[in-house]
């Protein structure tokens, strides 16, 4: 392992979190349009470009490698990228290897992904009503996600549901959620929504939901601890005492994360992101093609970890257009 990358906040970079494809067999409202135009194909990492980004990161002390897209799992020979990764867990430089994805490739997959050394999985689903998904996912098919599900936890996959908070859309299933987590054995998050990209926010489907608000709800049937601990990431948590559940709360817009943030996103065109709230980036594909060696490579990247800002407050009156991230989730990879 070379030096290990530590940003000007005394902060070790721990987490990367990569983008593989910008594509999605899903249109999920608050994430897509219907019409998306997609990226060139040429303008994607190839699979061998990732695996050359992902090892440098590694070998720089990066530990945990989150997979994420658009839908990771459409892309094309993904399972040739995972199965290289591997490597890396066999050899103990990188300890966790693992993915979010919508589910619905899973089915295909959950054994091979296992085979890989991947052990937990994050899959998003925000209702388990048949209607209600077909409509907030647009071209998404419940009955395949379930099956997905299936598939995964036959596999050995342990599984955290991620929901996204929508106002008037499935604040009525809080409770039916929780329970049919705990009655899977699964980990569930409520992700609070972001206004990215050209979304509306007037919409029924994207009507933002605070969690401080959904948190109160689940006090009015469950006695709520919090816990300690945290991930590096926004993420916080807390435990239902009547069934020792614990429930996620990723909060985005706040930035009281900041401090102990260990993590970068890379885009599938190879972008790295240094703070999910704010717009500025290193482009890593231009070094990385420039030469076959990884050497150049390595300076962008400890170029770029050295720009890490401190944190984020989402002050949108300078970084997006009419209030709104001008970045798709997808792109980021979320
Ligand atoms: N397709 C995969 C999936 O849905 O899990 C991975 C990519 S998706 C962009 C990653 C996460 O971002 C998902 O959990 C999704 O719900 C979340 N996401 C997308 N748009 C969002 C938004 N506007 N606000 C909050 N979360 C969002
Ligand atoms: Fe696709 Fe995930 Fe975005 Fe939904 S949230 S459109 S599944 S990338």
């Given at each position: 392992?070379?030096?290990?990358?530590?940003?000007?906040?005394?902060?070790?970079?721990?987490?990367?979190?990569?983008?593989?494809?910008?594509?999605?067999?899903?249109?999920?409202?608050?994430?897509?349009?219907?019409?998306?135009?997609?990226?060139?194909?040429?303008?994607?990492?190839?699979?061998?470009?990732?695996?050359?980004?992902?090892?440098?990161?590694?070998?720089?002390?990066?530990?945990?490698?989150?997979?994420?897209?658009?839908?990771?799992?459409?892309?094309?020979?993904?399972m040739t990228f995972f199965r290289s990764m591997k490597r890396h867990l066999d050899s103990g430089e990188l300890k966790e290897l693992t993915l979010t994805t919508n589910g619905s490739q899973?089915?295909?997959?959950?054994?091979?992904?296992?085979?890989?050394?991947?052990?937990?999985?994050?899959?998003?689903?925000?209702?388990?009503?048949?209607a209600k998904f077909a409509e907030i996912t647009r071209w998404g098919r419940l009955p395949q996600v379930m099956r997905g599900l299936d598939a995964a936890q036959e596999a050995g996959l342990r599984i955290k549901i991620n929901a996204v908070a929508l106002k008037g859309f499935n604040e009525d299933e809080l409770f039916t959620l929780a329970e049919w987590c705990?009655?899977?054995?699964?980990?569930?998050?409520?992700?609070?929504?972001?206004?990215?990209g050209d979304l509306g926010n007037e919409d029924r489907l994207?009507?933002?939901?605070?969690?401080?608000?959904?948190?109160?709800?689940?006090?009015?049937?469950?006695?709520?601890?919090?816990l300690a601990e945290r991930t590096g990431g926004p993420a916080r948590y807390l435990r239902?005492?009547?069934?020792?559940?614990?429930?996620?709360?990723?909060?985005?817009?706040?930035?009281?994360f900041c401090e102990s943030c260990n993590r970068v996103?890379?885009?599938?065109?190879?972008?790295?992101?240094?703070?999910?709230?704010?717009?500025?980036?290193?482009?890593l594909r231009a070094p990385?093609?420039?030469?076959?060696?990884?050497?150049?490579?390595?300076?962008?990247i400890r170029d770029a970890i050295a720009l890490k800002p401190k944190g984020h407050d989402f002050d949108y009156s300078r970084q997006e257009v009419d209030g709104q991230m001008s970045r798709h989730m997808s792109h980021t990879g979320g």
């Open positions: 392992m070379t030096v290990p990358l530590i940003d000007p906040f005394q902060r070790a970079i721990s987490y990367l979190r990569v983008s593989v494809t910008d594509r999605c067999d899903f249109r999920c409202v608050y994430c897509m349009a219907e019409n998306m135009t997609f990226l060139p194909k040429k303008e994607l990492l190839t699979l061998e470009e990732l695996d050359r980004m992902c090892s440098t990161f590694v070998r720089m002390g990066v530990e945990k490698l989150r997979i994420t897209g658009g839908e990771p799992l459409v892309r094309r020979d993904i899973l089915e295909r997959f959950a054994g091979e992904l296992y085979d890989c050394g991947v052990r937990r999985i994050n899959v998003s689903l925000d209702t388990i009503d048949e705990a009655s899977r054995d699964m980990d569930m998050t409520w992700i609070e929504v972001m206004p990215m994207t009507q933002y939901w605070s969690l401080d608000d959904l948190r109160a709800q689940l006090a009015t049937r469950y006695t709520l601890t919090d239902l005492e009547e069934t020792g559940q614990k429930i996620g709360l990723i909060t985005p817009m706040t930035h009281n996103r890379l885009t599938c065109t190879g972008q790295l992101y240094m703070c999910l709230g704010q717009e500025d980036m290193a482009d990385l093609r420039a030469s076959e060696g990884d050497a150049l490579l390595e300076q962008s």
